[in-house]
């Protein structure tokens, strides 16, 4: 959202921290020391890749081309007959930090997500409160404007783009661990989807607001779930609802709530 740009791929950068999890464990290798940096890494060198091309692009364009790498890794993921193919594989060992503990245990991924997420919100809000971040505003706001002061949006939003494919590995890593088992479902559309719906839901261009939609989703979905089938109807006329009747969100009702 600060960028104004809406992904429909970042499915894309989660499934590669999926896989990174699943596909080092296959190796031997479950020190998370190791797993997090590879998965963020392999986010970065592969997100600095499709971002410079998507960014050249806005609009539905950007929409699609995002769609259309995130898709090309999807059918990777399902050619990858060694490690299941499009049946994917169980996760054969959990990511471990020291003394015995490790991420198959309930507590240890939740503390480990938790921590996680705070790191992501803080460096997020030091990127966005620098003038890095203000540079990212102005050029969504007023372009031209940022151009003739001689400043290229173009490196500042792929750089964020980049960031954002980093985080979305870290928490790919973490999802692995909580089902044990790697799919190329996590790279598919319809997880993207998901993610998207989170961030409308919540409010697109703020930090909490992401996170609080996708708490709410988790929440609806377990819900819904339990009640019919088709939970995924009653999702739909949520985000009807929100679109129609909360202009920023979730996190509207909050700010305005505290105010």
């Given at each position: 959202g600060f960028v104004g740009r809406v992904s429909l791929g970042h499915a894309a950068f989660f499934g590669i921290g999926v896989y990174s999890a699943g596909i080092l464990a296959n190796l031997g290798i479950t020190q998370i020391w190791i797993v997090m940096p590879v998965a963020i890494t392999l986010a970065a060198?592969?997100?600095c890749f499709i971002g410079a091309i998507s960014l050249r692009t806005s609009g539905l364009y950007f929409i699609?081309?995002?769609?259309?790498?995130?898709?090309?890794?999807?059918f990777t993921a399902q050619g990858l007959r060694m490690y299941g193919g499009d049946d994917g594989f169980t996760l054969p060992a959990a990511t471990k930090w020291f003394w015995?503990?490790?991420?198959?245990?309930?507590?240890?991924?939740a503390?480990?997500?938790?921590?996680?997420?705070?790191?992501?919100?803080?460096?997020?809000?030091?990127v966005m409160g620098s003038n890095f971040g203000k540079v990212i505003l102005a050029s969504r706001d007023n372009p031209r404007k940022v151009n003739s002061m001689g400043l290229m949006p173009y490196p500042y939003q792929l750089t964020l783009f980049t960031i954002s494919a980093c985080m979305c590995a870290v928490g790919g890593v973490?999802?692995?661990n909580l089902n044990e088992y790697v799919s190329p479902a996590s790279i598919s559309w319809i997880q993207s989807g998901e993610f998207l719906f989170m961030v409308i839901l919540g409010s697109a261009g703020t930090i909490l607001g992401p996170i609080l939609g996708a708490a709410a989703f988790v929440c609806m979905e377990q819900v819904f779930s339990t009640w019919t089938e088709y939970w995924m109807f009653c999702l739909g006329i949520i985000l009807m609802l929100r679109v129609l009747f909360l202009k920023r969100g979730l996190m509207g009702?909050?700010?305005?709530?505290?105010?």
């Amino acid at each position: 959202g600060f960028v104004g740009r809406v992904s429909l791929g970042h499915a894309a950068f989660f499934g590669i921290g999926v896989y990174s999890a699943g596909i080092l464990a296959n190796l031997g290798i479950t020190q998370i020391w190791i797993v997090m940096p590879v998965a963020i890494t392999l986010a970065a060198v592969i997100g600095c890749f499709i971002g410079a091309i998507s960014l050249r692009t806005s609009g539905l364009y950007f929409i699609f081309i995002t769609l259309a790498f995130s898709q090309m890794l999807f059918f990777t993921a399902q050619g990858l007959r060694m490690y299941g193919g499009d049946d994917g594989f169980t996760l054969p060992a959990a990511t471990k930090w020291f003394w015995g503990f490790d991420l198959s245990q309930p507590r240890v991924l939740a503390y480990t997500m938790i921590a996680a997420l705070i790191g992501v919100v803080y460096i997020a809000q030091r990127v966005m409160g620098s003038n890095f971040g203000k540079v990212i505003l102005a050029s969504r706001d007023n372009p031209r404007k940022v151009n003739s002061m001689g400043l290229m949006p173009y490196p500042y939003q792929l750089t964020l783009f980049t960031i954002s494919a980093c985080m979305c590995a870290v928490g790919g890593v973490g999802y692995a661990n909580l089902n044990e088992y790697v799919s190329p479902a996590s790279i598919s559309w319809i997880q993207s989807g998901e993610f998207l719906f989170m961030v409308i839901l919540g409010s697109a261009g703020t930090i909490l607001g992401p996170i609080l939609g996708a708490a709410a989703f988790v929440c609806m979905e377990q819900v819904f779930s339990t009640w019919t089938e088709y939970w995924m109807f009653c999702l739909g006329i949520i985000l009807m609802l929100r679109v129609l009747f909360l202009k920023r969100g979730l996190m509207g009702l909050i700010t305005k709530n505290g105010q």
